[in-house]
Structures are given as structure tokens and as C-alpha cells.
T-cell receptor, first 113, second 115 residues
Framework: GAGVSQTPSNKVTEKGKYVELRCDPI?????LYWYRQSLGQGPEFLIY????????DSGLPNDRFFAVRPEGSVSTLKIQRTERGDSAVYLC???????????FGQGTRLTVV | AQKITQTQPGMFVQEKEAVTLDCTYD???????LFWYKQPSSGEMIFLIY??????QNATEGRYSLNFQKARKSANLVISASQLGDSAMYFC????????????FGSGTQLTVLP
């Protein structure tokens, strides 16, 4: 497809479990961003990749959260020992460069029960 | 301090009327970009319009225009001839070129267009 693709669209997991959320950016886009959006709030920055490297991970809330982008394309956000407070929509966005507009995927709605 | 402030949690507008959504920002970076996104109930964030801090003219994209007042640090979105499909959440965002690469978002404004 032409847009940013995120899978799964919905994920329900039990407290304490490990989850992986996948983002497939627009082909050729070097910048990739992860955001988290709680109900009624604006998206909150988590991490930004330029190519394969994490250029800024200052938004990751704690060490349970980790993200990779090994080949500079697909990215995976990994959450260990999930907590109920991790429940949110996780948005991925990509941009041609870091200075152009970012295009968002549909998001993954994570529910921790 | 909040970097992006949207003071209108909700707005109503009559169909075919124009509406202005407010956004003020705070930065010491001389180079920055301002963005508006629309988020309908489906959840997708749709890019609407961009204004660079050095742009001399206000950005326009179809029915969307950005009223950029640099001295006042405001970047209001104007939607002309509102349509029912414009009902959605609208987010203002900023990217500071020197100090950060990520977008920082405001809390959003829920716009409802009335028939």
C-alpha cells in the first residue's frame, strides 16, 4: 500500500505480558516516529528514528519500552511486562526526511487487561 | 511550559460558515515548523497544512489556511465553507529544527459542523 501500515490494528493482552507492535512506513521515508495517544489527548512522542538509528528516544516512558528499526524500514515497538496504564493507541508516522511532514498510520489500539 | 496550547476543547460551526481554531506555541528555536492535523473518529491522523517559521506568506491548502502571527506566536487554522465531513478532532503541532526533530502536539480541538 501507499500509506503507513500498522499491525495489528487492535491488541488485547494480559497484564505482565510482552507485546510487539509493527510499523511499515511509506517506502523511501527515512524518518520514522512512534507516538502514544490516550483517550482525549494529543499524541505523545515516544521515539524517533533516522534510518536505522534511534535519533531521539527521550519520550520512552521507562525501560519496559524499546523500539528497533534494523534495516531502516519496518520498525517494531516492544513493550515488556505490560501494565494497565500502557493501554492507549500507538501511532507510527514516517516522513521523507526529518524536515518534511509526517504521515501517520491508523494506529494500534493496545488494551491491557 | 506547554509548547503548544489549544484553548478550545470544543467548537461548533454551521455548515458553509468559516471557523478559526486557535493555536499558540512557545519556542526559543529560531527555526521551526507548524503543522495542523485532522483526526476523524476513525483515528487516522491526516496532515492538513504546514507553515515554516521563515515563510513570508501564510500557508493555504484548498479550504484550509493558516493565520501565522509570528510576533504573537500564534498559528490559527481557518477552515472556510465548513462541510459536515470536517467534523473531527484537530491538532496543532510544532517541530523545532535545532532542538528537536519530533512533532509536539497540542491537546486538540473537537470541531462539530452543524447542518
Amino acid at each position: 500500500g501507499a500509506g503507513v501500515s500498522q499491525t495489528p490494528s487492535n491488541k488485547v493482552t494480559e497484564k505482565g505480558k510482552y507485546v510487539e507492535l509493527r510499523c511499515d512506513p511509506i517506502s523511501g521515508h527515512t524518518a520514522l516516529y512512534w507516538y502514544r495517544q490516550s483517550l482525549g489527548q494529543g499524541p505523545e512522542f515516544l521515539i524517533y528514528f533516522q534510518g536505522t538509528g534511534a535519533a531521539d528516544d527521550s519520550g520512552l516512558p521507562n525501560d519496559r519500552f524499546f523500539a528497533v528499526r534494523p534495516e531502516g524500514s519496518v520498525s517494531t515497538l516492544k513493550i515488556q511486562r505490560t501494565e494497565r496504564g500502557d493501554s492507549a493507541v500507538y501511532l507510527c508516522a514516517s516522513g521523507l526526511t526529518e524536515n518534511t511532514e509526517a504521515f501517520f498510520g491508523q494506529g494500534t489500539r493496545l488494551t491491557v487487561v | 511550559a506547554q509548547k503548544i496550547t489549544q484553548t478550545q476543547p470544543g467548537m461548533f460551526v454551521q455548515e458553509k460558515e468559516a471557523v478559526t481554531l486557535d493555536c499558540t506555541y512557545d519556542t526559543s528555536d529560531p527555526s521551526y515548523g507548524l503543522f495542523w492535523y485532522k483526526q476523524p473518529s476513525s483515528g487516522e491522523m491526516i496532515f492538513l497544512i504546514y507553515q515554516g517559521s521563515y515563510d513570508q506568506q501564510n500557508a493555504t491548502e484548498g479550504r484550509y489556511s493558516l493565520n501565522f502571527q509570528k510576533a504573537r506566536k500564534s498559528a490559527n487554522l481557518v477552515i472556510s465553507a465548513s462541510q459536515l465531513g470536517d467534523s473531527a478532532m484537530y491538532f496543532c503541532a510544532m517541530r523545532e529544527v535545532e532542538t528537536a526533530r519530533q512533532l509536539t502536539f497540542g491537546s486538540g480541538t473537537q470541531l462539530t459542523v452543524l447542518p
